[in-house]
């Protein structure tokens, strides 16, 4: 799959239907991530969050699609077999603004006693929490959240760094971002990593 053609696949469709707000957050979305392999900013695990991301919101969208991409999508990240095939003029201009921002978050749930989620979405924190809570069923609320560079590279470090205290299994196909940690705990240990790896969202320089 060629993702910067994917990029224009919803562009136009965000463009020809901009009362749909699925498209527009599909647009966003691939636009990252067509900028992202441009830049080698984007490590594998970090574009295959982004897929997963894709998927929901297609799979959400109001407009019809006569092909879902996200399962095509998916699989060529899997295997390796993704272009990105973007055009010079296009080139000059990405590689003005190479970085792609969004939010890296903590969250809580009533049902969930003792756990905190993490997450990391380029939509906003409203909207992602929507979407999230429209899915699974039940309620999440925000303890914080902020706005970074490569948000998913920072989920994918934490989650990884702590995956001895991922609680699998909670409920039949649940999100698995879920720790058994205290959200302050998890603060910190983000904004530590955040702090580590210079990646705070600096607006002067967005």
Known sequence: ???????????QRSRRHPEVAELEEMEKLTQEMSKGLLNETLKKEELRSMALEYAELEKD????????????LIRSIDQDSYTNDVPYQVQHEWRERATSTGFIYVATA?????????????????????KYNS???????????????RPFYVEKSISDSIGNIRKYGMTVGDSI????????????KISHFIESEKLEWHPASA
């Not at 969208?61 to 095509?72: L, S, V």
């Not at 971002?177 to 910190?188: A, N, R, T, V, Y």
């Open 135 to 149: 899915k699974y069923g039940y309620q999440i609320t925000p303890y914080w959240y902020t706005r970074v560079y």
């Open 1 to 11: 799959m060629d993702i910067f053609k994917l990029y224009k696949t919803a562009r």
């Open 61 to 72: 969208c109001r407009y019809g699609f006569r092909d879902n991409m996200h399962p095509h």
């Open 110 to 130: 009533l049902t969930k006693r003792g756990l905190s989620k993490l997450g990391a979405t380029t939509l906003t924190i409203e909207r992602r929490f929507e």
């Open 177 to 188: 971002e879920w720790f058994s940690i205290k959200p302050s705990d998890l603060q910190i």
